[in-house]
């Protein structure tokens, strides 16, 4: 633990840093709330830092900058929980009471406002296939060979195929078919049409069967869609052009993207710094992230991926409200 010198020192110069982007000098620090001593003792201060590993010197004349050491010091014991400005959580409000239609486009339209919020990248990483259970399923004839299936899931996502059949089959056997199906997997997850029982009609057991075949792929899936938005931001956050084009290509890599939020909360961390996350590409970057939780389960994930001196009182308080709010918006369906 550092004393109380040093770490209003320390949280100084984090917050001039992540104001300015430029080193950060003795002279500007001494006159800092909490500090109020000398350019010299804030000199030596400032050294004993670096020697400490909290700072770093990129050039000898020039001032100090945060190392992830001292970001994460920051970040666990200096940080205030944050809160959005009353312009930003109207902001939130607002979309989340107009946003309607399919879940890929609400999620896509999340990443979005989030980015907006923070102004980094923002990953909204939605339900997996398996985790959602069937809110309704229901079979709608086209034609006298040709049923739709319509399944309709607790987190809010759509699915529907188009099945062709061999022979004519009547609208009763139709209205049987949605009955059973009903009956056997309303509540449960759709992977359970693998084993639905047959009914013992001929022609209806014929129709389920067609239906278990051309839903198997919705049924097995278990892939996580992935919405990324506002990563053209991140070019604005770095001078460095190949560090902009290793962002890019890793966020661009879904499986990456995926591995790195689940990893994060699975350490128990809302937090990731430069190379804690263990993504290299990303080694000059910081993740924010939070839990969407629907009716007590985790059905997905919101955060922010920025440079290492991003604000990180406002993206945590911008990844908690929405987060919050998704997970509210997927429970009413």
């Known amino acids: 633990m550092l004393d109380e010198r040093k770490t209003a020192i320390l949280r100084a110069v984090v917050q001039e840093y992540i104001e300015t982007a430029q080193p950060v000098g003795s002279t500007h620090i001494s006159s800092a709330p909490g500090v109020k001593v000398s350019s010299a003792t804030v000199r030596n201060e400032m050294a004993m830092l670096e020697q400490e590993g909290y700072l770093t ?21 200096l940080t205030e929980p944050g809160r959005l400005d009353n312009a930003r959580r109207t902001q939130v409000g607002d979309f989340f ?10 999620l896509h339209d999340t990443s979005r406002l989030l ?12 339900p997996a296939p398996e985790a959602a259970v069937v809110r309704s399923i229901q079979l709608v004839t086209l034609s006298a060979r040709v049923v739709m299936v319509v399944v309709v899931f607790s987190n809010g996502s759509v699915e529907n195929e188009t099945i062709e059949l061999a022979d004519d089959v009547v609208e009763a056997r139709v209205v049987a078919g949605t009955a059973h199906l009903q009956r056997h997997l309303t509540g449960r997850g759709l992977v359970e049409l693998a084993n639905l029982p047959e009914c013992g009609d001929a ?15 919705a049924a097995t899936g278990s892939r996580e869609a992935v919405f990324v938005g506002g990563a053209s931001t991140m070019a604005r956050a770095f001078d460095a052009v190949e560090i902009v084009r290793q962002v890019l290509n890793t966020l661009e890599q879904q499986f990456v993207v995926v591995t790195l939020v689940r990893d994060v909360l699975d350490r128990g961390l809302s937090v990731a710094i430069g190379n804690e996350h263990g993504v290299e590409p990303l080694a000059t970057c910081s993740v924010v992230v939070a839990p969407v939780h ?13 440079p290492t001196r991003m604000n990180y009182p406002q993206a945590l308080a911008a990844v908690e409200v929405v987060s919050d709010r998704l997970g509210k918006r997927l429970a009413e369906g």
């Not at 009471?97 to 609400?106: C, K, N, V």
Request: proline fraction near 3%; avoid cysteine.
């Open 57 to 77: 010197q990129p050039h000898t004349s020039a001032g100090r900058i945060p190392t992830d050491k001292g970001y994460r010091f920051f970040v666990d014991h």
């Open 97 to 106: 009471a107009r946003t309607h239609g399919a879940l890929e486009r609400m």
């Open 115 to 126: 980015s907006e919020l923070t102004n980094y990248a923002a990953v909204v990483v939605g």
């Open 203 to 217: 022609e209806v057991d014929a129709l389920l069967g067609a239906v278990k075949d051309a839903t198997g792929a």
């Open 294 to 306: 629907v009716e007590g389960e985790q059905l997905g994930t919101v955060g922010v991926l920025g």
